[in-house]
């Protein structure tokens, strides 16, 4: 029987994808503001969110993604109160690409996916996430043009989602490697 709970080597690899995340978020991105508020940031934070979950599982990619944005939050509060929904969106870009893998013929590992099938996997996710409930957010709460972010994220996720992708393959190759050697 599988118990629920991370083992410890686990737990220090998904702090370790926490504080990528971080890093790769709040510093290493490039911010674009639309009517004063932050509406696209371009860079590879979504990366080691992704990878949790596809790694790990739904669960540790949720985990990874929310406790990245509150650790984010907390370091670097971009001039703006703590707004759980983009808590909740960080979460589910971790918990989407996996849970879609699922809808794939099984195979043990990552690596086994094809290039399509992950893509499609972190396509959905960073669609439903990226493209539509942050824009969605940023326009009910800051009033930020809904079609217009949309349109933005949607480009911006054209691009990034391949080399996503090709990044996830490369290193569970990498990994799968590893793990035989």
């Not at 599988?2 to 890093?23: E, G, P, Q």
């Not at 739904?58 to 907390?74: E, M, N, Q, T």
């Not at 960080?90 to 013929?105: S, V």
């Amino acid at each position: 029987m599988k118990h629920s709970r991370f083992a410890i080597r686990d737990m220090v690899v998904l702090s370790l994808l926490i504080c990528m995340n971080v890093v790769l978020t709040r510093i290493a991105s490039i911010r674009i503001p639309i009517g004063g508020t932050e509406a696209l940031r371009i860079g590879f934070g979504a990366l080691p969110v992704i990878f949790a979950g596809l790694f790990f599982g739904p669960r540790a990619g949720a985990v990874v993604g929310a406790l990245g944005d509150i650790a984010g939050f907390i370091m670097s509060p971009l001039g703006g109160a703590f707004m759980p929904h983009f808590t909740l969106t960080a979460a589910l870009t971790g918990a989407i690409p996996p849970l879609m893998l699922k809808l794939f013929p099984h195979r043990e590992h990552v690596a086994d996916h094809s290039f399509l099938e992950i893509l499609l996997a972190i396509a959905a996710g960073q669609i439903i996430t990226s493209v539509l409930m942050v824009p969605w957010f940023l326009n009910m709460l800051f009033g930020v043009p809904f079609m217009a972010t949309v349109f933005v994220r949607f480009q911006t996720q054209l691009i990034q989602i391949p080399l996503f992708v090709m990044c996830i393959k490369l290193l569970a190759r990498r990994l799968s490697f590893i793990a035989v050697g």
